[in-house]
């Protein structure tokens, strides 16, 4: 796995410092570094699978922080939602094209057939159940969007066995999960919706937003980042199944494949 790129690791600051000054950007994992660093292996699957100034789509684009890299990181960026955001103003600099969809016709997303090179799902493909959809009709969707030999990037998809989701489930108004996966699950949508599955993997055994609620030396504290980073990963190799999150990289199949299947 390649290297977290200098480059990355200023737009993360970029994040953090914009949420900073603005806090109607509403980048609320960007109120520390330990909880801003949880990206960074998004950021590293986008470097190794997909190349500079090729056209990938934020899909569900919540806050606009992926949206932001991609432009800054010098993709093709595009983004959808059902909600506009604060950020996008931002993005009115770089070349950035946002669509906004509607809960009416929450599974189609208003883009030409193989259009992206790649498609980033973060922390969405869970909830599509919740606004009237499924998990196939959607990676259907995705499907139809992507060129052939087009990437799905899948990040921030919950474990049905992380021991973070029971825990927030039982406090008050504490977000949680209702969907959750295996590695089963995941396989059976991927291959259901006609993706050949790269790469899966669980990840996150330790929590992370909680950091933006502590003291600012604390926040800002690359030492304390780095020493959690480090911690989590340990942890996460011990206690995979315990983890919070799956990551998956699918690909949809070149034409060729496609006709000798």
Not at 3 to 16: C, M, W, Y
Not at 74 to 103: I, P, V, W
Request: hydrophobic share 40%; with cysteine.
């Amino acid at each position: 796995m390649p290297v977290l790129e200098p480059k990355h690791q200023q737009i993360i600051g970029e994040l953090i410092a914009l949420q900073a000054q603005d806090r109607q950007c509403n980048l609320s994992q960007f109120r520390s570094i330990t909880s801003a660093e949880q990206y960074q292996k998004l950021y590293q699957l986008l470097q190794q699978y997909v190349a500079p100034k090729s056209a990938v789509l934020d899909w569900g684009c919540g806050n606009g922080h992926f949206s932001y890299f991609l432009a800054r990181a010098d993709y093709q960026a595009y983004g959808y939602a059902f909600e506009d955001f604060y950020l996008r103003q931002k993005l009115n600099q770089f070349t950035y094209e946002f669509k906004q969809g509607t809960l009416t016709d929450a599974i189609a997303i208003p883009y030409a057939d193989q259009q992206f090179d790649a498609v980033v799902s973060v922390g969405v493909l869970e909830h599509v159940r919740e606004t009237g959809g499924d998990e196939i009709a959607s990676l259907k969707e995705i499907f139809r969007l992507l060129k052939p030999s087009g990437y799905f990037i899948c990040y921030h998809l919950p474990n049905q066995f992380s021991w973070i989701d029971p825990i927030a489930a039982l406090v008050p108004n504490k977000h949680h999960h209702l969907y959750r996966y295996t590695h089963q699950s995941i396989q059976a949508l991927c291959q259901a919706a006609g993706y050949d599955l790269l790469e899966l993997q669980r990840y996150g055994v330790l929590p992370r937003n909680f950091w933006g609620n502590l003291p600012g030396s604390i926040r800002t504290s690359a030492a304390i980042a780095q020493g959690w980073q480090m911690a989590d990963s340990t942890l996460s190799y011990i206690f995979s199944p315990f983890c919070q999150n799956y990551w998956f990289v699918a690909q949809k199949p070149s034409d060729n494949q496609r006709l000798t299947a």
